[in-house]
């Protein structure tokens, strides 16, 4: 079984891009589901770009969606940070 | 819908984390517009490694909290078993295998995931290695060529380049190296033909003059007119050339003539003393000598001039060309100033002129200026006179009043009169109507007449 799971996101241009999800969880208390993923792109100074979204299913249909508020912005980013040191000591 | 997810209470007691195959293999974007993006995510930037860190931070979250799992599984079939409640342990067992094999699961990706970082690490190191190689290798290369450098300098050498004597510089045969790559998931080595350079030093004489070449160009800071210094190597060489034929000439005029004066100076002696006959055999080898002699010399004179004229004729008539064309230049030169001139002087004009009409605005100005100011005087002026016509007005209307008033006493004199007029009137017919005894007499045609008093 591969270590990394891949996904297809399509864009509202109708464009498909694999992406790659790293991190997916609820926060129960607003009751919404996000995705932390990435695209593999790159800047110039080797930073890779992470995105994240609000996952829905609708349907049997999975969606992702713009995050609604900084506020939750803010606390996926204390997520992220937290699955970050825990997955390394440095 | 979802498998129980497991709460991050380190970092948010609300926050439960997923294992990421829970999410649909396809998702789609559903974007709200805002101006002219279309967004549907925030973003965030990580180096590489913390990409590693977040991939191994869920599965290693997920495999602590499995082993929790499992040591309490272990526990409830211990006591089922001890109890004898085979059923529960049954069950038990059953859940303990399937929380081990997700474990293992877990297990499995850290691994991978760690491997593949090890490798990373592995491949990055060796390319620093290939690295330094490249720079100790560049720096050799270099401090070689400033050591071959030196003595071809000082030298100023003659070597001849030869393909004997050149180094044995460059690329040999690739040799290949196994190295194990990190490329998207691909554990598998990756042959990387890496090439291996040999560096053969070779006695510094033997250098080939090629190194030279490398040397940075001398720079030249003064720009050169090429065509002047033709022209001044041409005149030159004319000169010389010239200089050369006259030389020439007058030498072979010269030397003629002192074998003439020779010859003659001979024949005079000749001729005033007896000479024996040998010396007029001699004289007349002489004589012969001398006008082969002559004949060598004018026609060596004939072709060197032949040689010497026809370059320089080239040459008169390449300078003639020159001459013509720097005349050319001139003419256009003067006609190009003469239209400067020109222009200068039509600009002059023109400057005049400019200034005349500003002369002639600023009066315009003045002009207008005091016309504004007459305009300003002639509106106070007009002010005044409105307020002189107002009061006239006003005082008209007085007056106006007045003569109402009057009119109306006028009129109430006019009633006053009318009315004593009546009185009058009855007064007069009162007076008409009385007849007094004594001054009363009757006329003849019994008329009354009343005597006044």
Redesign the interface.
């Known amino acids: 079984?591969?270590?990394?799971?891949i996904?297809?996101?399509?864009?509202?241009?109708g464009e498909e891009i694999e992406a790659e999800?790293?991190?997916?969880?609820?926060?129960?208390?607003?009751g919404k589901?996000y995705?932390?993923y990435?695209h593999h792109e790159?800047?110039k100074n080797?930073?890779?770009?992470?995105?994240?979204?609000t996952?829905?299913?609708e349907d049997g249909?999975?969606?992702?969606?713009?995050?609604a508020t900084e506020e939750e912005?803010d606390?996926?980013?204390?997520?992220?940070?937290?699955?970050?040191?825990?997955?390394?000591d440095e | 819908m979802f498998e129980e997810g497991k709460y991050l209470s380190e970092t948010d007691k609300f926050a439960k984390l997923y294992d990421t195959k829970e999410v649909k293999q396809g998702v789609i974007a559903r974007a709200k517009k805002q101006g002219a993006n279309v967004v549907y995510a925030k973003y965030i930037k990580f180096k590489e490694k913390f990409i590693d860190r977040a991939r191994l931070g869920v599965h290693k979250f997920f495999a602590e909290r499995e082993q929790a799992q499992i040591n309490e599984l272990e526990n409830e079939i211990k006591v089922a078993n001890e109890n004898g409640l085979k059923q529960i342990q049954i069950n038990k067992q059953s859940e303990l295998k399937y929380m081990q094999e997700a474990q293992q699961e877990h297990l499995d990706k850290i691994a991978t995931i760690e491997n593949n970082q090890q490798k990373a690490q592995e491949k990055i190191a060796m390319m620093q290695n290939i690295k330094q190689q490249k720079d100790e290798f560049n720096r050799l290369m270099k401090q070689q060529r400033d050591e071959l450098n030196k003595p071809m300098k000082e030298q100023e050498v003659a070597t001849e380049p030869s393909a004997e004597v050149a180094p044995e510089v460059g690329e040999s045969t690739p040799e290949v190296i196994e190295t194990p790559i990190v490329l998207n998931n691909e554990s598998e080595p990756v042959k990387v033909e890496t090439p291996v350079v040999e560096v053969v030093p070779e006695p510094i004489m033997k250098a080939p003059i090629e190194d030279k070449i490398e040397e940075p160009p001398v720079v030249m800071e003064t720009p050169i007119d090429m065509t002047l210094m033709d022209q001044q190597v041409d005149t030159v060489i004319e000169q010389q050339i010239k200089e050369t034929a006259e030389n020439v000439e007058q030498t072979m005029e010269e030397e003629l003539k002192s074998a003439e004066n020779a010859e003659q100076t001979t024949n005079d002696k000749v001729q005033n003393t007896e000479v024996p006959d040998w010396m007029k055999q001699i004289a007349d080898a002489t004589q012969v000598m001398n006008e082969s002699l002559q004949s060598i010399i004018k026609e060596y004179t004939s072709n060197l001039t032949k040689a010497i004229v026809v370059p320089m004729t080239t040459k008169d008539q390449q300078l003639s060309e020159e001459k013509q064309k720097t005349a050319n230049l001139t003419a256009t030169l003067q006609n190009k100033e003469n239209e400067i001139v020109g222009l200068k002087n039509s600009n002059s004009e023109k400057d005049q002129q400019l200034e005349a009409e500003k002369q002639q605005n600023a009066n315009l100005t003045t002009t207008l200026q005091n016309k504004e100011n007459e305009i300003v005087g002639l509106k106070a002026s007009n002010g005044e006179k409105d307020k002189t016509i107002e009061s006239l007005q006003a005082s008209n209307a007085e007056k106006d009043g007045m003569i109402a008033t009057k009119d109306a006493e006028i009129l109430q004199l006019k009633n006053s009169i009318q009315a004593m007029s009546i009185q009058f009137q009855q007064i007069q017919s009162m007076f008409a109507n009385f007849q007094p005894p004594a001054n009363t007499n009757a006329s003849e045609n019994g008329e009354k007449t009343m005597v006044k008093a």
Request: proline share 3%.
């Open positions: 079984m591969p270590e990394k799971k996904i297809t996101v399509v864009t509202p241009e999800v790293l991190i997916f969880f609820e926060l129960t208390d607003l589901k995705l932390v990435t790159k800047d080797g930073m890779e770009t992470v995105c994240a979204s996952y829905v299913e249909k999975a969606y992702i969606e713009e995050i912005w606390r996926i980013k204390d997520v992220m940070r937290g699955v970050i040191k825990n997955g390394g």
